[in-house]
């Protein structure tokens, strides 16, 4: 029940505000919680696996249809020669019409095991959706954190590039008035020239963090109007932190996982396949009935014969070649196959849920540790600017100051970007959804 209503939210996913146009705007601003929203309705993998779901619930139709009356109608006009007639006394025309209906009352239960098969395939069908809407909103989410961080460096490589021009500016002055060396301004000169290469690089890897979610978004057309568009990407990197316990984790993971859980679907119908493929060694038996109409004695259609028929008819594959059993021994191995491959994957899930909980403990430490360091960087800073102006420090020990605050910052955003990533992956890790799934 909890798959049926969670694929049926999906099916019905909230509109985003600038999702549902034929041809979709790039927003003015664009938030995580609207990005993963327009990402359930337009990810291209979100989408051919709500395809596979419409394509399992055909095959669902196309196997109940032999536990219901099968009705078929046939219909026949020839006319030939008289000496090649099949009928007597001799005619150059012959017809036939007929209306034939047929039940299965039994066959060895492979009609039910076919069905029950289909309809847990199907099942498994929406888990596997819900996987892969977990693994997209997964990647939505980083692709928005790489955003959020690159913004960021943007904002410490710019802060650096001027407090170095504050600095040029200083040592200008000071030049000018004979107090330092041509030397001590061409350093200067020098250290705020290298700082534009990182911001370059900064603005540059911003913008391809906005094409590759863009990407991961399937937002796929971009009118001729907005094609260099970028949309003001709101939120921030933040450090609040979580704690996960290792056993409830683990537990959570093994209950909570859509990939164990289709699979042990998958397994429940390799099961009933097999019922199914044994099903050929047993008689079948089928009600028919209908109607048929045929020429009479003479060409006249008011001469024409007609009437009704019942009876039942039975098939009873004695000897196939040992075909069922190969069949049988098919149906086996899928069936031993998809719970190796359960057990597997039961495996996998325990190492990743250990290495996301690993990964949260270092990107916890390193937020933490990263706050004081930036602290301390200004503080050295504000200090190195005093003595220097005292005259009882060296430039050098100015820019080396500046490039240790410009480290702590970048440690610091990256630290925090490390965590977010890190509780998302956590998250993912022991089956608990997205938060823009459960509202």
């Known amino acids: 029940m909890k798959s049926y209503r969670f694929c049926s939210f999906l099916l019905l996913a909230t509109t985003c505000v600038f999702a ?3 041809s979709p705007q790039v927003p003015d601003t664009l938030d995580l919680p609207t990005a993963l929203r327009f990402a359930l309705d337009n990810n291209f993998a979100i989408r051919q696996a709500r395809e596979r779901i419409k394509q399992q619930e055909g095959v669902i139709v196309e196997v109940k ?6 009705v078929s109608a046939n219909g026949a006009y020839q006319l030939n020669e008289k000496d090649i007639s099949q009928s007597l006394p001799s005619s150059e025309r012959y017809w036939s019409l007929s209306l034939t209906a047929s039940q299965t009352l039994y066959s060895g239960g492979g009609v039910r095991a076919s069905i029950k098969s ?3 395939t199907r099942e498994a069908a929406l888990l596997e959706l819900k996987g892969i809407v977990n693994e997209a909103l997964l990647d939505v989410r980083i692709k928005f954190y790489d955003i959020l961080l690159a913004r960021e460096k943007i904002k410490v490589q710019e802060s650096n590039v001027e407090l170095l021009r504050q600095q040029l500016k200083n040592v200008t002055d000071r030049f000018d008035a004979g107090t330092v060396s041509a030397f001590e301004k061409l350093r200067a000169e020098v250290a705020l020239a290298n700082a534009q290469v990182p911001l ?6 911003y913008r391809l ?3 590759a979610l863009r990407q991961a978004l399937g937002f796929a057309t971009i009118s001729q109007e907005s094609l260099r568009k970028l949309p003001v990407f709101e939120g921030t990197l933040e450090f609040v932190p979580v704690n996960y316990e290792l056993q409830s984790a683990l537990d959570a993971a093994r209950a909570g996982r859509p990939e164990l859980a289709r699979l042990a679907k998958l397994a429940d119908a390799r099961t009933e396949s097999i019922t199914s493929a044994k099903a050929n060694r047993q008689p079948s038996l089928s009600a028919v009935g209908g109607w048929q109409l045929r020429k009479g004695a003479t060409d006249s259609f008011g001469d024409s014969r007609d009437g009704w028929l019942v009876g039942l008819q039975s098939q ?3 000897f196939d070649g040992a075909a069922t059993s190969g069949r049988v021994a098919q149906a086996r191995s899928a069936l031993e196959q998809t719970r190796l491959n359960l057990g597997e994957t039961t495996l996998l899930i325990d190492v990743e849920v250990r290495r996301a909980l690993s990964s949260l403990q270092e990107a916890t430490e390193l937020a933490d540790a990263s706050q004081k360091v930036v602290a301390q960087a200004e503080e050295s800073l504000r200090l190195a600017n005093a003595r220097y102006s ?3 420090a060296t430039q050098l020990d100015v820019l080396q100051s500046q490039v240790d605050l410009t480290t702590a910052r970048t440690n610091q955003i990256q630290a925090y970007y490390s965590y977010n990533i890190a509780v998302a992956r956590v998250r ?8 823009v799934v459960v509202n």
Do not use: F, V
Not at 65 to 70: E, G, T, V
Not at 200 to 205: D, L, V
């Open 209 to 211: 963090a906005a094409e």
């Open 118 to 120: 289909t309809e847990l």
């Open 316 to 318: 009873w594959n004695i």
């Open 390 to 392: 005292a005259g009882t």
């Open 65 to 70: 249809a032999r536990s219901i009356p099968n």
């Open 20 to 22: 549902q146009s034929a």
């Open 200 to 205: 370059i690089s900064a603005r540059n890897t």
């Open 428 to 435: 993912k890790a022991i089956g608990q959804p997205d938060a």
